[in-house]
Protein backbone atom coordinates (compact mmCIF):
# COMPACT_ATOMS: atom_id res chain seq x y z
CA UNK A 1 0.00 0.00 0.00
CA UNK A 2 0.97 4.03 -0.43
CA UNK A 3 0.70 6.66 2.22
CA UNK A 4 0.09 9.52 1.19
CA UNK A 5 -0.75 13.24 2.95
CA UNK A 6 -3.66 14.88 2.45
CA UNK A 7 -2.32 17.59 0.26
CA UNK A 8 -2.53 14.72 -2.54
CA UNK A 9 -5.81 14.72 -3.72
CA UNK A 10 -5.33 10.98 -5.06
CA UNK A 11 -4.56 7.61 -3.90
CA UNK A 12 -4.31 4.55 -6.41
CA UNK A 13 -4.50 1.25 -4.77
CA UNK A 14 -4.47 -2.54 -5.88
CA UNK A 15 -6.96 -4.40 -4.78
CA UNK A 16 -6.20 -6.68 -1.76
CA UNK A 17 -3.27 -4.08 -1.29
CA UNK A 18 -3.76 -1.97 1.78
CA UNK A 19 -4.50 1.35 2.26
CA UNK A 20 -3.00 3.73 3.72
CA UNK A 21 -4.86 7.26 4.30
CA UNK A 22 -3.29 10.48 6.01
CA UNK A 23 -4.57 13.23 8.28
CA UNK A 24 -2.44 16.44 9.89
CA UNK A 25 -5.54 17.79 11.98
CA UNK A 26 -5.05 21.43 13.23
CA UNK A 27 -6.21 21.94 16.97
CA UNK A 28 -4.09 20.42 19.69
CA UNK A 29 -7.15 20.33 21.74
CA UNK A 30 -9.09 18.00 19.77
CA UNK A 31 -10.28 15.01 21.26
CA UNK A 32 -12.44 13.28 19.60
CA UNK A 33 -11.27 12.20 15.56
CA UNK A 34 -13.58 10.33 13.10
CA UNK A 35 -12.98 8.94 9.46
CA UNK A 36 -15.35 9.44 7.13
CA UNK A 37 -16.38 8.08 3.69
CA UNK A 38 -18.21 9.51 0.83
CA UNK A 39 -19.18 7.84 -1.86
CA UNK A 40 -20.43 10.30 -4.92
CA UNK A 41 -23.76 12.39 -4.76
CA UNK A 42 -24.05 10.71 -1.21
CA UNK A 43 -23.55 12.14 2.76
CA UNK A 44 -20.40 11.28 4.58
CA UNK A 45 -20.73 8.21 5.87
CA UNK A 46 -19.21 6.96 9.65
CA UNK A 47 -16.04 4.81 9.26
CA UNK A 48 -14.58 4.72 12.62
CA UNK A 49 -13.62 6.93 15.73
CA UNK A 50 -11.10 7.20 18.35
CA UNK A 51 -10.36 9.13 21.97
CA UNK A 52 -7.67 11.16 22.83
CA UNK A 53 -6.89 9.13 25.49
CA UNK A 54 -5.88 6.22 22.32
CA UNK A 55 -3.25 5.82 20.01
CA UNK A 56 -5.24 2.67 17.58
CA UNK A 57 -8.83 1.84 17.13
CA UNK A 58 -9.58 -1.35 14.94
CA UNK A 59 -12.56 -1.89 13.59
CA UNK A 60 -13.53 -4.45 10.52
CA UNK A 61 -10.64 -4.08 8.14
CA UNK A 62 -9.51 -0.79 9.25
CA UNK A 63 -7.72 0.78 12.14
CA UNK A 64 -7.01 4.34 13.23
CA UNK A 65 -3.78 5.45 14.55
CA UNK A 66 -3.96 8.55 16.50
CA UNK A 67 -0.07 10.76 17.05
CA UNK A 68 -1.31 13.23 19.34
CA UNK A 69 2.81 14.70 19.63
CA UNK A 70 2.59 15.21 15.84
CA UNK A 71 -1.13 16.08 15.43
CA UNK A 72 -1.42 13.57 12.86
CA UNK A 73 -4.26 10.60 11.94
CA UNK A 74 -4.48 7.46 9.93
CA UNK A 75 -6.20 5.32 8.24
CA UNK A 76 -5.20 2.08 7.15
CA UNK A 77 -8.03 -0.61 5.36
CA UNK A 78 -6.59 -3.86 4.88
CA UNK A 79 -7.36 -5.99 1.97
CA UNK A 80 -8.91 -2.72 -0.36
CA UNK A 81 -11.71 -4.04 -2.37
CA UNK A 82 -13.83 -1.86 -5.02
CA UNK A 83 -16.52 -1.16 -2.81
CA UNK A 84 -13.96 0.88 -0.53
CA UNK A 85 -13.29 3.74 -3.55
CA UNK A 86 -14.64 6.44 -2.68
CA UNK A 87 -13.27 10.28 -0.68
CA UNK A 88 -11.86 9.99 2.63
CA UNK A 89 -12.33 12.94 5.32
CA UNK A 90 -10.31 12.79 9.18
CA UNK A 91 -12.34 15.11 11.09
CA UNK A 92 -11.52 16.54 14.41
CA UNK A 93 -13.57 17.47 17.53
CA UNK A 94 -13.24 19.10 20.80
CA UNK A 95 -16.29 17.86 23.07
CA UNK A 96 -17.68 20.18 24.75
CA UNK A 97 -21.09 22.44 24.97
CA UNK A 98 -21.29 22.09 20.91
CA UNK A 99 -19.13 19.49 19.93
CA UNK A 100 -18.74 20.43 15.90
CA UNK A 101 -16.95 18.46 13.95
CA UNK A 102 -14.08 20.01 11.87
CA UNK A 103 -13.21 18.00 8.38
CA UNK A 104 -10.05 18.15 6.92
CA UNK A 105 -9.54 18.30 3.27
CA UNK A 106 -10.67 14.94 1.29
CA UNK A 107 -8.48 12.37 -0.68
CA UNK A 108 -10.05 9.93 -3.24
CA UNK A 109 -9.25 6.43 -3.07
CA UNK A 110 -9.25 4.46 -6.54
CA UNK A 111 -9.19 0.93 -6.40
CA UNK A 112 -7.74 -0.92 -9.27
CA UNK A 113 -9.19 -4.11 -10.43
CA UNK B 1 -30.09 1.38 11.53
CA UNK B 2 -31.90 4.98 11.51
CA UNK B 3 -31.19 7.32 9.48
CA UNK B 4 -31.40 11.38 8.89
CA UNK B 5 -33.47 12.21 5.92
CA UNK B 6 -33.28 15.37 3.72
CA UNK B 7 -35.70 16.82 1.49
CA UNK B 8 -35.79 17.60 -1.80
CA UNK B 9 -32.56 15.80 -2.88
CA UNK B 10 -32.04 18.75 -5.91
CA UNK B 11 -32.62 21.90 -5.28
CA UNK B 12 -32.45 24.23 -8.20
CA UNK B 13 -33.51 28.12 -7.72
CA UNK B 14 -33.39 31.55 -8.73
CA UNK B 15 -30.62 34.07 -7.81
CA UNK B 16 -32.32 36.31 -5.16
CA UNK B 17 -35.03 33.83 -4.08
CA UNK B 18 -35.32 32.17 -1.14
CA UNK B 19 -35.22 28.21 -0.49
CA UNK B 20 -35.83 26.12 2.67
CA UNK B 21 -34.06 22.97 2.85
CA UNK B 22 -35.19 20.01 4.95
CA UNK B 23 -34.18 17.43 7.00
CA UNK B 24 -35.66 15.02 9.96
CA UNK B 25 -32.81 14.03 12.22
CA UNK B 26 -32.70 10.55 13.62
CA UNK B 27 -35.90 11.24 16.72
CA UNK B 28 -33.44 10.36 19.46
CA UNK B 29 -31.05 12.95 18.91
CA UNK B 30 -30.50 16.44 20.54
CA UNK B 31 -28.16 17.79 18.96
CA UNK B 32 -28.21 19.03 15.07
CA UNK B 33 -25.84 20.56 12.67
CA UNK B 34 -26.20 21.67 8.80
CA UNK B 35 -22.75 21.75 6.87
CA UNK B 36 -22.02 22.53 2.96
CA UNK B 37 -20.01 21.06 0.42
CA UNK B 38 -18.64 23.02 -2.59
CA UNK B 39 -17.95 20.53 -5.18
CA UNK B 40 -14.67 19.15 -4.43
CA UNK B 41 -14.38 20.80 -1.20
CA UNK B 42 -14.45 19.80 1.98
CA UNK B 43 -17.31 19.62 4.14
CA UNK B 44 -17.57 22.82 6.00
CA UNK B 45 -19.76 23.72 9.41
CA UNK B 46 -22.58 26.24 8.77
CA UNK B 47 -24.21 26.18 12.47
CA UNK B 48 -25.27 23.70 15.30
CA UNK B 49 -28.37 23.59 17.51
CA UNK B 50 -29.61 22.53 20.32
CA UNK B 51 -32.48 23.18 22.76
CA UNK B 52 -34.80 25.06 20.15
CA UNK B 53 -31.45 27.77 19.81
CA UNK B 54 -28.16 28.04 17.91
CA UNK B 55 -25.32 26.96 19.51
CA UNK B 56 -22.70 28.08 17.39
CA UNK B 57 -22.60 29.43 13.33
CA UNK B 58 -19.62 29.59 11.07
CA UNK B 59 -18.37 32.96 8.90
CA UNK B 60 -20.44 31.32 6.35
CA UNK B 61 -23.68 31.50 8.03
CA UNK B 62 -24.71 35.17 7.76
CA UNK B 63 -27.61 37.30 8.08
CA UNK B 64 -29.39 35.42 5.34
CA UNK B 65 -29.03 31.91 6.74
CA UNK B 66 -31.16 31.05 9.20
CA UNK B 67 -33.06 28.00 11.20
CA UNK B 68 -35.66 26.43 12.74
CA UNK B 69 -37.00 23.03 14.49
CA UNK B 70 -40.76 24.12 13.31
CA UNK B 71 -42.00 20.46 15.43
CA UNK B 72 -41.10 17.88 17.34
CA UNK B 73 -39.15 15.93 14.29
CA UNK B 74 -38.29 18.88 11.11
CA UNK B 75 -34.88 20.67 11.15
CA UNK B 76 -34.76 23.59 9.20
CA UNK B 77 -32.35 25.68 6.89
CA UNK B 78 -33.42 28.79 5.00
CA UNK B 79 -31.50 31.25 2.71
CA UNK B 80 -33.41 34.39 2.50
CA UNK B 81 -32.10 35.50 -0.92
CA UNK B 82 -29.68 33.08 -2.50
CA UNK B 83 -26.50 33.80 -3.86
CA UNK B 84 -24.41 31.87 -6.98
CA UNK B 85 -21.86 31.10 -4.46
CA UNK B 86 -24.96 29.37 -1.78
CA UNK B 87 -24.42 26.65 -4.95
CA UNK B 88 -23.29 23.84 -2.85
CA UNK B 89 -24.43 20.25 -1.10
CA UNK B 90 -25.81 20.97 1.91
CA UNK B 91 -25.76 17.80 4.82
CA UNK B 92 -27.76 17.83 7.68
CA UNK B 93 -26.23 15.86 10.39
CA UNK B 94 -27.53 14.91 14.55
CA UNK B 95 -26.29 13.31 17.13
CA UNK B 96 -27.28 12.46 20.68
CA UNK B 97 -25.35 13.31 22.76
CA UNK B 98 -22.40 16.24 22.21
CA UNK B 99 -19.56 14.34 23.70
CA UNK B 100 -17.68 11.88 21.74
CA UNK B 101 -20.47 10.78 19.53
CA UNK B 102 -20.31 10.03 16.10
CA UNK B 103 -22.47 12.31 14.46
CA UNK B 104 -24.75 10.95 11.56
CA UNK B 105 -25.24 12.85 7.87
CA UNK B 106 -27.95 13.06 5.78
CA UNK B 107 -27.41 12.17 1.73
CA UNK B 108 -27.99 15.96 1.33
CA UNK B 109 -29.48 18.40 -1.06
CA UNK B 110 -28.05 19.60 -3.79
CA UNK B 111 -28.47 23.32 -4.01
CA UNK B 112 -27.89 24.92 -7.82
CA UNK B 113 -28.37 29.08 -7.70
CA UNK B 114 -28.47 30.02 -11.12
Known amino acids: GESVGLHLPTLSVQEGDNSIINCAYS??????FIWYKQESGKGPQFIID?????DKRQGQRVTVLLNKTVKHLSLQIAATQPGDSAVYFC????????????FGKGITLSVRP | EPEVTQTPSHQVTQMGQEVILRCVPI?????FYWYRQILGQKVEFLVS????????KSEIFDDQFSVERPDGSNFTLKIRSTKLEDSAMYFC????????????FGSGTQLSVL
Open chain 1, 91 to 102: AECLTGANSKLT
Open chain 2, 27 to 31: SNHLY
Open chain 2, 93 to 104: ASRFLATNEKLF
Open chain 1, 27 to 32: NSASDY
Open chain 2, 49 to 56: FYNNEISE
Open chain 1, 50 to 54: IRSNM
